[in-house]
């Protein structure tokens, strides 16, 4: 895989990263209206277009790492990383999604290996990029098991999600690891 995310193979879609914004409303109700997806996130699947294009407006837009998971430049999911503040500065936390229909093709990994080889020189204070993730969700474990994250281990009773408390696997990724 290159650099910037092509797979190297002519006629192959290229895999960018770019800012999620307004215009990407329809791609991103594709994803955020599919109970699949939603399954293992914190919000509950989207049911208004309006919705939608407040969260854009007033969460994607403001944050200050949050990009679109393109193909050819369609957005067909989303990755980040929320930054922590004060003594825990020197942590992130890298979340991820992707439209169903584009599941099983190694996408979400190659752009988690992109986040994971550029973060630590983009945010110079972080040192450890962390994933939380729902103990029934292998294919998101796998997923950060082929980048290089540790998995450090169960945090039993972590979070209540879709009104469940959930059992979550921490994994990271050092600044100091070998990068993708």
């Not at 407040?54 to 994607?60: A, E, F, H, M, T």
């Not at 103990?135 to 290089?148: A, I, T, W």
């Amino acid at each position: 895989m290159e650099a910037d995310g092509k797979q190297g193979q002519e006629g192959s879609p290229e895999l960018s990263l770019r800012p999620l914004d307004l215009s990407d409303i329809d791609d991103f109700m594709v994803w955020a209206t599919d109970d699949k997806v939603s399954r293992f996130c914190t919000w509950d699947t989207y049911t208004s277009k309006e919705a939608g294009i407040d969260y854009i407006k007033n969460i994607v837009i403001p944050h200050p790492w949050f990009k679109a998971i393109c193909l050819d430049n369609k957005a067909i999911g989303a990755i980040s990383v929320s930054a922590n503040n004060g003594n825990d500065r020197c942590r992130g936390e890298l979340g991820y999604l992707l439209a169903s229909k584009y599941w099983g093709k190694g996408i979400v990994t190659r752009a988690v290996k992109m986040v994971a080889s550029t973060i630590f020189n983009e945010w110079p204070h972080l040192e450890r990029l962390e994933a939380l993730v729902d103990v029934e969700n292998g294919g998101s474990q796998r997923v950060l098991e082929k980048v290089g994250f540790q998995r450090e281990g169960v945090l039993r009773k972590f979070c209540i999600q879709k009104g469940r408390c959930r059992d979550m696997v921490i994994y990271s990724l050092l600044s100091t690891d070998p990068q993708p």
